[in-house]
């Protein structure tokens, strides 16, 4: 079954320090990648995305993220961490063989909460 | 960003109420999308329309319809709503291809 994992529920990081946030597929094929940020109180925003080609993908807010294949992963990475990036943070997966991109499936999230 | 937007941001209503989400978007986009969020469980698909005569199931459902009255309007119904639906709703819309844009949110209780 088609599924996407993000292990860490909560991650506290210190403002200033870098920032790894965990993603892990399962599908049939190398499926399209997403991930979005959840603000309080806000609907979801994309940050990056990863259709082919370069596995290291730039993204906005100064986020970026790198597809593996070999792991089935698509971490999401920011060298500094600012206290405005407090929130929810999702990876999704969409099936590449159809232009419906908008039909994803979504891991559990996981919550950053940034100290001072 | 007030591209997609929902109407209520919040409900509460009692277990067997007939309840209608709305939903407007300004974007364009042909393909309308209704998800719910659960704690610990993320996004799962409700429905989608890709335009006012193509309506599709997404992955739960049960215990929803939706009707699609206009490129720019999809509206979530619960016919007789139970407590078990109480969640955070979202509505997001895209093109072919691109990426989903979110509305804020309407965050439903049912008691």
């Known amino acids: 079954a088609q599924s996407v994992t993000q292990p860490d529920i909560h991650i506290t990081v210190s403002e200033g320090a870098s920032l790894e946030l965990r993603c892990n597929y399962s599908?049939?094929?190398?499926?399209?990648l997403f991930w979005y940020v959840q603000s309080p109180g806000q609907g979801l925003q994309l940050l990056l995305k990863?259709?082919?080609?370069?596995?290291l993908v730039q993204g906005i807010k100064g986020f970026e993220a790198e597809f593996k294949r070999s792991q089935s992963s698509f971490n999401l990475r920011k060298p500094s961490v600012h206290w405005s990036d407090a929130a929810e943070y999702f990876c999704?997966?969409?099936?590449?063989?159809?232009?419906?991109?908008?039909?994803?499936?979504f891991g559990q999230g996981t919550t950053l909460q940034v100290k001072p | 960003d007030a591209d997609v937007t929902q109407t209520p941001r919040n409900r509460i209503t009692k277990t067997g109420k007939r309840i209608m989400l709305e939903c407007s978007q300004t974007?364009?986009?042909?393909?309308m999308y209704w998800y719910r969020q659960d704690p610990g469980l993320g996004l799962r698909l409700i429905y989608y329309?890709?335009?006012?005569?193509?309506?599709n199931k997404g992955e739960i459902s049960d215990g929803y319809s939706v009707s699609r009255q206009a490129q720019a309007k999809f509206s979530l119904s619960l016919e007789s709503a139970i407590p078990n639906q109480t969640a955070l709703y979202f509505c997001?819309?895209?093109?072919?291809?691109?990426?989903?844009?979110f509305g804020n949110g309407t965050r439903l209780t049912v008691t």
């Open positions: 997001a819309t895209s093109d072919p291809g691109t990426e989903l844009h």
């Open positions: 599908y049939g094929a190398t499926p399209y």
């Open positions: 990863y259709f082919s080609g370069d596995t």
């Open positions: 999704a997966v969409g099936d590449p063989f159809s232009s419906n991109t908008g039909k994803l499936i």
């Open positions: 974007k364009g986009h042909d393909r």
């Open positions: 329309s890709f335009d006012v005569k193509d309506i």
